[in-house]
């Protein structure tokens, strides 16, 4: 069984189809991807496994062939705990998700 990811909450929190035609300093491979201040995270597939992808924008500008560090994602529990330690979202999730570490936390 191949996994779905969620890409409906994804959109909802800042992510964006890729297209190659339109979207700049954006690897060609990447299905969804969010920008931040300075990286950009992407999810590709390879080998029928999806991969989280981790690239800082000055990489990206400057074209650096180097391997970004990728993470397999195996469910989208998976997913989504990697875009929240990472902070892959909109200004307008930060709240919410720093109030839900607090309840977690008491």
Known sequence: MKL???????????????????????????????????????????????????RTIEDLKHRYDSESPTTEIKSNADLFRLVIDNEAFEESYVRHFKINKLFKNE
């Not at 297209?19 to 991807?33: C, M």
């Not at 931040?36 to 590709?44: E, M, P, Q, W």
């Open 4 to 54: 779905q990811i969620n890409t409906l909450m994804l959109r909802s929190m800042g992510w964006e189809d890729n297209n190659p035609f339109f979207s700049k300093n954006i690897p060609v491979d990447a299905i969804i991807y969010f920008k931040s201040k300075d990286t950009l995270f992407y999810i590709t597939c390879k080998e029928e496994r999806l991969l989280f992808n981790k």
